[in-house]
């Protein structure tokens, strides 16, 4: 069995007490967890920065410090030349283009695509994206495929977040579709564990480190702050997902 942790919304941003609770988060994954002893991959799902400043992704990068095998993502608060500028700024390649990665594992491909729309705060998977995703799904054999991305591709029942969702979806649903061996989507954005499908198949939804967001029943304010932080954990055995959610208080 393969384990994934998933750590999502981070908005690095230069105070204490923010940083606390996702030094607290990475503390449980590598010392109660055991690192890379017991966890294969992490995946950081998107909003790694509050504000995309080379100086945030500098504090992200001081902090994010695991032996676990990580691919991260970015989201409506990054800014991709800046994060480029911190992790590889000595890349050549247009700072702009989208930061698409993948993890190959001997029994499983897991994919991080780029749903980040350079100065917005919806989202979209371009047909970059989804033509690079293809040829690394082409690529993996046999193995089963994880794909995370930031922005959910449907609506969750939070109206703000709905408004700032994936645009139209329909080259994903597609995508999905013409690739049986995808078992599960991840993502992020919302700040709120989750659970539903898209294309037929099992979409979950991150915890956020940084805060919780209300659904509209649970309180008029953007932020629930009656919440600690959170992460999830996916458990891959051969072609099944099944994930598990944690708090950290
Ligand atoms: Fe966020
Ligand atoms: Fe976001």
Redesign the pocket.
Known sequence: MLVVAQI??L?FRGDTEHRGRILAVLDYLQNRCGGAANIDALLVT??LTDEGTAEQYREAADALVTDIPTLTLL???DDRAAYRSVTAPDDAADPYAPVDTALLLDDLLVLGLDSSIPGRNDGELSEQTLAWADEQIAAAGERPVIVSFHHPPVKVGMPFMDSIAQLDPTAFDAFVRRHPRIIGLVC??I?SPSATAFAEVPLLTAP?V?STLNLPFEGDDVLNESQPAGMAFHLIDGDRLVTHFRSVI
């Open positions: 999502s919304d908005h998107g909003d989201g409506n608060h992020g954005h700040h956020g940084s």
